[in-house]
């Protein structure tokens, strides 16, 4: 018979500024077939970064298991690339975890900042099985006592725990429905994310970043010399809905500016504000008390072109 693996795998990080986690440990459980357990280890590793302090706080809930010395007599990520790669990418093996597409964005993070290769794997969310089948959301311990886990022996936020405790909370779905951890994956492939994914979400979450910084940039600035002055002297304010589109959004601030008007992040009186379309006449009376003039997007860029609004 060919048997299979199972990894149950968690990631906690130093810190996630700038959107990047930084991993300081990761903890994995090896199980076989009918999640016994294999093996398991903490892996403990020195971020190389500063720690962000509320994760040390001891009246923190997501307070780490280590302390920030421990950390920093360890090996950093590159020193346990080859090892974890190898977790990761062993042929016949399944991995797993909770609200997974976050640890798996996190290695990928890990590898870019060593320049290392990125690791071609795929891991199943048990987070999302679980919210699937039982309609409702829980963090993880909640889920876990909610399914008769024991959880007094474990710790929250200590990597190896929480992967044993998103094993132990697999497993007693599997009772449940009566099938094997096998044939709940196969029957939910949709519930896996693989790292090519976060990597596409990554750059797009990074592109999004750059595009919105360089609408930023246009915030009070008027053109001293407009290629056109249908928009002088306006004052206008795009709709966070418009700005979600972050291209489009700066088209729109680049012929604000050039036809004279001043784009604001906020205005508190006297402009227009551009939505995708018109709001509720409720919201326009509300505006215009505060002498603001609701417009869309369309009848700005008619204004721009010389017609009237």
């Known amino acids: 018979m060919n048997h299979k693996s199972f990894v149950f795998f968690d990631c906690e990080c130093a810190n996630t500024f700038d959107g990047i986690g930084k991993i300081c440990s990761l903890g994995y459980v090896i199980c ?14 020195n971020p190389e970064c500063e720690f962000d302090w509320y994760l040390l706080s001891p009246k923190n809930e997501c307070h780490l298991a280590y ?10 990520f590159e020193g346990y690339y080859k090892s974890i790669k190898k977790l990761f ?22 590898c870019e900042r060593y320049n290392l290769p990125f690791m071609q ?11 699937q089948e039982k309609g409702e959301k829980a963090k993880l311990k909640v889920w876990a006592e909610k399914l008769g ?58 592109y999004k970043r750059e595009m919105t910084e360089k609408i930023k940039r246009l915030y009070g600035k008027t053109s001293p010399m407009p290629k056109h002055k249908y928009l002088k002297g306006m004052n206008i304010e795009l ?12 088209e729109l601030a680049k012929q ?4 004279g008007g001043t784009l604001h992040e906020r205005l508190s009186g006297n402009g227009l504000i551009v939505f995708e379309e018109m709001p ?26 010389g017609e009237n609004i």
């Not at 794997?121 to 919210?131: H, P, Q, S, Y």
């Not at 709709?239 to 700066?250: E, M, R």
């Not at 509720?280 to 072109?305: F, S």
């Open 239 to 250: 709709n966070g809905k418009l700005l979600s589109d972050v291209d489009y959004a700066f």
């Open 32 to 45: 076989d077939d009918d999640l016994n357990v294999i093996e398991s280890e903490d892996v403990i590793m």
């Open 121 to 131: 794997f795929r891991a199943f969310d048990v987070e999302k099985i679980l919210e």
């Open 149 to 206: 886990v024991n959880v007094a022996k474990f710790q929250s936020h200590k990597s190896v725990d929480d992967a044993m405790m998103t094993m132990l909370c697999l497993k007693k779905l599997c009772h449940e429905k009566g099938i094997s951890v096998e044939e709940i994956m196969t029957q939910n492939k949709g519930l896996f994310v693989s790292s090519e994914q976060m990597l596409i979400q990554a750059e797009e979450r990074a």
């Open 67 to 76: 302390s920030k010395d421990y950390f920093r007599t360890k090996p950093n």
């Open 280 to 305: 509720a006449k409720e919201l326009t009376e509300k505006l215009a008390k505060r002498k603001l003039t609701a417009v869309t997007a369309e009848q700005l860029e008619a204004k721009m072109h």
């Open 256 to 259: 604000i500016y050039d036809c």
């Open 89 to 110: 990418t062993t042929g016949n093996r399944y991995i797993a975890g909770f609200s997974v597409s976050n640890d798996v964005g996190f290695v990928n993070s890990a």
